[in-house]
């Protein structure tokens, strides 16, 4: 059988990050991708200049249709723009109940540009984290969901992620790459134990969907039956590897993206 995922994000129109980077992130690792469009970005490496949400109606729709045809092994979640989309989704995953769901609490992209609206905050932590079998949180963002200030150190990251565990989700990743030192150190925490994975910290500005890609490999790992911490891993190794092979391209003045398809050329 083929294995599936679909993605339920934000279009970006630069192709760095969304759902582009959410397709091509399932078509390098050999899964097939469907997707469910929550918002158009007028969006490029060095910022966002406009967002316009889709009706949550519409991603209803779109959810319903993939489902109804499709035998969805893993779903990806990444940017949901507003309560009424979340709503949605909730609604939709709680209909369909795939085995899978990875959770990208996309909050600030890469240029700094804010993705998710304030009020819906509450929303995704009451709405989908109870839903999620992992979130995939960054550093700033596991502090902006708990209202606290960023981890600094070991004992706070797993403290967070403890914290953002109680919330309802089986398994959290707690990523490093906003922090500081010679190894990029994610922690994948669940009820039993915190794991650290660590990688060498690259020194490239072409970071752009870098989230977006990770959350979207471990779906990929998932859908093709694999376990979660081998699909944490395996998708650590590969977003490592699109980064190092990032100032391959030269796209845009600014964030340009990672290099999804390093494998092949």
Sequence with gaps: MTPVALTIAGSDSSGGAGIQADL??????????????????????????GIHPVPASFVTAQIDAV?????????????????????????????????????????????????LAAEAVDALGTKLFPLASLITPNLPEAA???????????????RQGRQLLAMGCRAVLVKGGHGHGADSIDYLIDGERSIALAA???????????????????????????????????????????????????????HGPVHHFHKYY
């Design 144 to 158: 902006a969901l708990l209202n606290e200030p960023v981890a600094s150190n070991e004992a706070d990251v797993a």
């Design 24 to 49: 091509k992130s399932f078509a390098a690792l050999g899964v097939y991708g469907a997707s469910a469009i929550t918002a158009l970005t007028a969006q490029n490496t060095t910022g966002v200049s």
């Design 67 to 115: 489902f109804s045809d499709l035998k969805v092994d893993a779903v990806k979640i990444g940017m949901v723009a507003q309560a009424e989309t979340i709503a949605a989704i909730a609604d939709g995953l709680k209909r369909w109940a795939p085995r899978n769901i990875v959770l990208d609490p996309v909050m600030v992209a890469t240029s700094g540009d804010r993705l």
């Design 200 to 254: 060498p910290r690259i020194a490239t500005s072409n970071t752009h969907g870098t989230g977006c890609s990770l959350s979207s490999a471990i779906a990929a790992g998932l859908a093709k039956g694999e376990a979660m911490e081998t699909a944490v891993r395996n998708a650590k190794a590969w977003i490592t590897a699109a980064i190092a092979a990032a100032d391959r391209f030269t796209v845009g003045h600014g």
